[in-house]
């Protein structure tokens, strides 16, 4: 008989908080000690009103942990040369430790060449080749893109043994389903990637130990999908209008039909999005720190 289990919520949030006062600590004492503050540059091109939300948080946050917040906001006719012009001159400003732009850009901007123009050393958002490569090669030294991160970080904190699970990455871009999958496979994990041309995914999830979905496709994941006692971590957010015309974020894993089959899952909103932020608060104290360890 299928009994149903007791789903447990992994609170993100808690989580987050906890991440995000450790930094704070640590920005206190490197300013004590050095004098110097980890500058943030944040660069939002357009008036996506989701980016809008994620930009504000992070400023918020990253002034919160003591840190400087430098943001550029630019209109959506801004040109290819003008952002990687912009880029350039963060490149060469000594205040600034690390370097984002928002995505997703304009559809009349070319991302890569932009994401490949900031210098590895301030690449916060682990998007260079340089960075990317360290996280394939198994390097943890290099900056992980923050949602895998903090995907990873939230899975072992539940899971303190990830050797031997197996794991399906719903999703395969190069900020989540990408590194996601090369952080799993690093931990020991047997790992498989699904994307928008697999045929048996729902086959697939039903193997899993481990479930992590970013697809941006509401609720794609049915409860019959999941095996049972799987964890579960959806990174989807997706804003949609209820039937009493108010505004509801859902994931990409319909939560109710998960409850009662996972044995844990992380909520949206509350799961996987606050800790992206602290996630982004490390990486910039970890450019910091690597910069001042370069010139001392
Ligand atoms: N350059 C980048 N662009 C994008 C990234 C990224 O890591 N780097 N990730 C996402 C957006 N993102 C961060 O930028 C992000 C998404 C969601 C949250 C979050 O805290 N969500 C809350 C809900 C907030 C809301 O939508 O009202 C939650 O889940 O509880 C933080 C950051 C795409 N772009």
């Known amino acids: 008989m299928n009994t149903p289990i007791k789903t447990q919520l992994i609170d993100g949030k808690a989580f987050a908080e906890k991440m995000t006062k450790d930094v704070a600590s640590k920005v206190a004492e490197l300013q004590k000690t050095t004098g110097i503050t980890p ?24 002034h919160k942990v003591g840190m400087r ?3 550029h906001l630019l209109p959506e006719t801004t040109t290819q040369q003008e952002l990687l012009n912009l880029i350039h001159r963060l490149n060469n ?3 600034i430790h690390g370097i984002l732009v928002q995505l997703p850009l304009p559809k009349h901007l070319n991302p890569d060449p932009i994401i490949q123009a900031i210098l590895p050393q301030k690449d916060v958002d682990g998007l260079t080749v340089y960075n990317a490569g360290k996280v394939s090669l198994g390097h943890m030294d290099g900056f992980i893109p923050c949602t895998p991160l903090g995907c990873l970080l939230l899975l072992q904190q539940e899971l303190p043994n990830l050797r031997g699970l197996n794991a399906l990455v719903i999703g395969a871009s190069n900020l989540m389903g990408k590194p996601m999958a090369q952080l799993l496979l690093n931990q020991g994990c047997t790992v498989t990637i699904a ?13 899993a130990d ?3 979905v970013a697809t941006g496709c509401k609720e794609l994941v049915k409860g019959s999908w999941i095996k049972k006692g799987a964890v579960v971590i959806d990174v989807g957010i997706n804003r949609i209008i209820t039937e009493s015309g108010k505004l509801k974020l ?3 894993v319909n939560f109710q039909e998960a409850l009662g089959i996972a044995s844990k899952i992380t909520p949206v909103p509350g799961g996987v ?5 602290s996630c982004l608060l490390h990486n910039t104290l970890s450019a910091t720190e690597k910069h001042i360890k370069c010139i001392s």
Do not use: C, W
């Open 69 to 71: 917040s430098f943001m």
């Open 195 to 207: 994307h928008i041309d697999t045929r048996n995914t729902a086959e697939l999830a039903q193997q």
């Open 273 to 277: 999005g606050p800790v992206t932020i």
């Open 210 to 212: 481990i479930l992590i």
């Open 93 to 95: 400003d000594p205040d």
């Open 39 to 62: 500058g943030l540059a944040v660069i939002l091109v357009g008036n996506d009103p989701a980016s809008e939300v994620y930009v504000r948080n992070k400023t918020k946050q990253t």
């Open 250 to 252: 859902v994931g990409d």
